[in-house]
């Protein structure tokens, strides 16, 4: 290298006006090519949430309708305590969730807070305890807790006179206006949900009648996608605002199957929407709402599911890499019951037994083919279980199979196979197998008849393949993944067991 540089100095001596200009590789750290399209990094940080609640509550918890028409009485809004939205993400913490979304306006058109753009508001309740405001509450709470908030307010809005009256009114006086106010609430929101119903008969200011849009153009939805980010650059706009899919049905599963790319048209329903379309254009990751109780969103004194209900629907959702949300409505009083408080402990009390202890941390790693080190980077196969979000293990350029085995220090019985791809660079695994053995010598396949297809964020896999029955388990000292079909070279950022 010195006799390089003399050599330089020299040859510019020599040469008057040359100039030398060093070379700066393109790709020094030798990472893989990105499989398009990839997620924004507000994506990637929503499908981290991973497990989140749902809070439907309102004017409806006191008519013990579902959907309100639109022209219910401000008054009839009347808790009997002061609403507790802390208590509301409490319950969820308990039982592994990472933050909530709270229902602020539903079809009714009901403000849950003092908003400038109706009268139809908690600002008109007139009731002792109507008067807090819940998004602000909410907020305040989710930050205390150290937790994730968004808030779900409903495109459709059955009270106001200007909805769908043929001219932009609602969309720029109403809609807009009420979405910037819930913006301001924090800069750090979440996710913003953008329920699918719109349009229909209601009030709509006491003329009535039923009233249809065009949701796809009606809601002006790419200005309202940059004045949220303008606010909370990390808020996904969910349904209607188009950056994450509804997964296709509301029981809390997803595809076993499960792309996280689609083919986007806003505002409308994803037709392939429970297990996206392989060759999708656009990054449109899969979102399950499900509900806690056995019948309604609103609060209707229906019972909680079983704790291993729930789990199932975990092992479902988040389980085939989508995010899911699941519904714990409050009741008159503005606090969950009791009921759904024990059941989300319980709730977490099982996701911490089943899935908390990661028996790979010690584990010895080694693959059949690993990318070719960089300046800086590395992709070593004991990567995969360093518990870094930012390390991976690759495989070079044209290899799209490969073959890692974790070998343990003995022993152990494994009921699920944890994958995460590093979504980062593209959804890339198309196939892939699992086995397990005692000796290193004979394998038995691993998860019955699940099909093993897809990973992306997330994919668990249970031992016997079933979702609904804990089991036995599997004796093994040797867990062998074999990567059998890939866009690319696989890149795979964690392989967990437990």
């Known amino acids: 290298m010195a006799m390089l540089a003399a050599g330089t100095v020299a040859l510019q ?41 749902f809070y439907h509550y309102g004017m409806n918890t006191f008519t013990g309708l579902e959907w309100g028409n ?58 002792a305890h109507s008067g807090v405001n819940i998004p602000e509450a909410f907020a305040a709470a989710a930050k205390e807790l150290d937790m994730k908030y968004g808030f779900y307010i409903s495109p459709w809005d059955r009270n106001s006179a200007y909805y769908g009256d043929g001219t932009d009114r609602y969309v720029t006086e109403v809609f807009l206006k009420q979405c910037k106010e819930l913006a301001q609430y924090g800069d750090d929101q979440f996710e913003m949900w953008f329920d699918g119903a719109n349009g229909g008969s209601g009030y709509y200011g006491g003329k009535g009648g039923t009233r249809t849009i065009d949701r796809a153009t009606y809601y002006d939805v790419p200005n309202l996608r940059d004045m949220v980010h303008g606010i909370s650059p990390d808020c996904v706009l969910w349904g209607v605002g188009g950056e994450a899919r509804w997964i296709g049905n509301e029981a809390g599963y997803a595809g076993e199957t499960n792309w996280c790319v689609d083919n986007r048209e806003d505002g409308k329903d994803q037709p392939n929407a429970t297990q996206g379309s392989e060759n999708g254009w656009m990054w449109l990751p899969g979102e399950s709402d499900a509900k806690a109780t056995t019948s309604g969103w609103f609060w209707n004194g229906s019972s909680v599911l079983s704790a291993e209900r729930l789990f199932q629907m975990y092992l479902e959702t988040v389980g085939r890499n989508a995010t899911w949300i699941l519904n714990l409505p409050p009741d008159k009083t503005g606090s969950l019951p009791k009921a759904t408080v024990t059941r989300m402990a319980d709730l977490g009390k099982l996701l911490t037994t089943r899935l908390g202890t990661n028996l790979a941390t010690d584990a010895t790693v080694t693959a059949s083919d690993v990318r070719t080190a960089g300046a800086a980077r590395n992709y070593n196969a004991a990567n995969i279980i360093d518990g870094s979000l930012d390390t991976y293990y690759a495989t070079n350029d044209g290899v799209n199979d490969a073959v890692i085995t974790l070998t343990l220090p003995e022993t152990r019985n494994i009921h699920y196979v944890m994958l995460q791809e590093h979504i980062q660079l593209g959804q890339r695994v198309k196939a892939f197998k699992i086995e397990t053995s005692t000796d290193g010598n004979t394998w038995t396949k691993f998860g019955g008849s699940v099909p093993t297809t897809t990973i992306g964020y997330k994919r668990i896999i249970p031992q016997s393949g079933s979702t609904s029955n804990y089991g036995n388990g599997v004796k093994a000292k040797y867990v062998r993944v074999s990567i059998t079909k890939s866009k690319s070279c696989p890149v795979i950022e964690n392989i967990a067991l437990y």
């Open 13 to 53: 001596a020599q040469t008057p006006g040359l100039q030398v200009v060093e070379e700066t590789l393109p790709n020094p750290d030798n990472e893989p090519a990105p499989v398009q399209p990839v997620p924004h990094p507000r994506q990637v940080k929503w499908m981290q949430t991973e497990f989140y609640a």
């Open 70 to 127: 639109g022209d219910e009485k401000e008054n009839l809004y009347n808790p009997t305590q002061d609403p507790n939205p802390k208590q509301w993400l409490e319950a969820a913490k308990s039982a592994g969730m990472k933050g909530g979304i709270a229902v602020v306006k539903h079809h009714d058109g009901f403000c849950l807070w003092p908003t400038a753009t109706t009268t139809h508001s908690i600002a008109s309740s007139g009731n």
